[in-house]
């Protein structure tokens, strides 16, 4: 689930990147509005962390393009203004949330998980799928209730899916998720963990929709 990070200041970037990355969470990044804009209308989000002190527009500038463009992805604001009049005025632009500079890695990385899984319809902070466990905070999958040990881009590539239950997703879109703008994967790269998933799990939970992609089916099978 890619997360979009909007932030000029290299220092901050460099922070919610790297404490992101290690907690698996895969990351673009846009250092102004119209590169945020350019993101937004090539690539799909699961949420937005954007700050309002751009260098070309305001991050409320940012904030309602992108609801103007009916995108619904959960933008959380992230700013060093504390005044009400500015959490009011991001909240009612359409921000589902806002989190004030300086901040607590720990409690940033919560709240976007769970902006996330509310935004998927989903209240509980464990997925389950059948017999498979995934829990995002811990990174601890478990099948028939026994750990499974999962590389971190194999473990992002499960947890994509199975989110995305009964979406078919393409190699390109699971390729967009999982790697950064800068990175050139082959295609058949999916393929190989695809298959080392089915190994340690089940052959059915993950699904191949010949000539298109991937599937998770939304019943367990």
Same mark, same amino acid.
């Given at each position: 689930m890619k997360i979009l990070l909007v932030e000029d200041d290299p220092i901050i970037a460099d922070a919610i990147q790297t404490r992101f990355q290690q907690d698996a969470q895969q990351?673009?990044?846009?250092?102004?509005?119209?590169?945020?804009?350019?993101?937004?209308?090539?690539?799909?989000?699961?949420?937005?962390?954007?700050?309002?002190?751009?260098? /070309?527009?305001?991050?409320?500038?940012?904030l309602n393009e992108i609801r103007n463009q009916k995108v619904e992805t959960p933008v959380l604001v992230l700013t060093a203004r504390d005044a009400s009049y500015d959490k009011v005025r991001g909240l009612d632009l359409g921000a589902d949330d806002y989190v004030v500079k300086?901040? /607590?890695?720990? #409690?940033?990385?919560? @709240?976007? @998980?769970?902006?996330i899984r509310r935004s998927m319809g989903r209240a509980a902070p464990i997925l389950?799928?059948? #017999?498979?466990?995934? /829990?995002?905070a811990s990174k601890i999958i478990t099948y028939q209730n026994k750990p499974v040990n999962l590389p971190v881009t194999q473990y992002k590539l499960?947890?994509?899916?199975? #989110?995305?239950?009964?979406?078919?997703?393409?190699?390109?879109?699971?390729?967009?998720?999982?790697?950064?703008? /800068?990175?050139?994967? #082959?295609?058949?790269t999916i393929e190989v963990y695809v298959s080392q998933i089915r190994k340690k799990l089940s052959p059915s939970?993950? @699904?191949?929709?010949?000539?298109?992609?991937?599937?998770t089916p939304k019943v367990p099978e």
């Open positions: 990351m673009d990044h846009a250092a102004s509005g119209s590169q945020a804009l350019h993101a937004v209308r090539i690539q799909e989000y699961a949420l937005i962390i954007l700050d309002l002190g751009l260098p /070309d527009m305001s991050g409320f500038q940012v300086p901040f /607590d890695l720990e #409690e940033l990385l919560a @709240r976007v @998980r769970a902006l389950t799928y059948g #017999e498979v466990t995934i /829990d995002p499960l947890h994509y899916l199975v #989110e995305n239950k009964g979406h078919v997703k393409t190699k390109k879109q699971l390729i967009d998720a999982l790697y950064n703008w /800068d990175e050139y994967i #082959e295609e058949n939970v993950i @699904r191949t929709i010949r000539g298109i992609g991937y599937l």
